[in-house]
């Protein structure tokens, strides 16, 4: 089992900056990959950002160039620092870890942080 616990969500201007972050534990050992979902009112779920074990990330193109994704060296907390906000970018904002256990793949989730961005 893993564990996830967000923090860094709040208000904030349009063009302003925050940073997420999510602590896992647990079996972390586990764990192939961490990223950061997204879900707007009246919305799918989308995946933000991922990073794998060696590093390799992923974003979906509304964020490039604005939002990073980043793990600590232990592996055991993901960050994602958001710059130039916009409205559109208001969500609640999950994070996810992928992990592989005797070849069985699972996903867990946080419970999300809510990220509100003013015009």
């Known amino acids: 089992q893993v564990q996830l616990m967000e923090s860094g969500g709040g208000l904030v201007q349009a063009g302003g900056s925050l940073r997420l972050s999510c602590v896992a534990s647990g079996n972390i050992f586990s764990i192939n990959a961490m990223g950061w979902y997204r879900q707007a009112p009246g919305k799918q779920r989308e995946l933000v950002a991922s990073?794998?074990?060696?590093?390799?990330?992923k974003y979906v193109d509304s964020v490039k160039g604005r939002f990073t994704i980043s793990r600590d060296n232990a592996g055991d907390v993901v960050y994602l620092q958001m710059s130039s906000l916009k409205p559109e970018d208001t969500a609640v904002y999950y994070c996810n870890a992928a992990s592989t256990v005797m070849t069985i793949n699972l996903n867990y989730w946080g419970h999300g942080t809510q990220v509100t961005v003013a015009s």
């Open positions: 990073i794998t074990n060696g590093g390799v990330t």
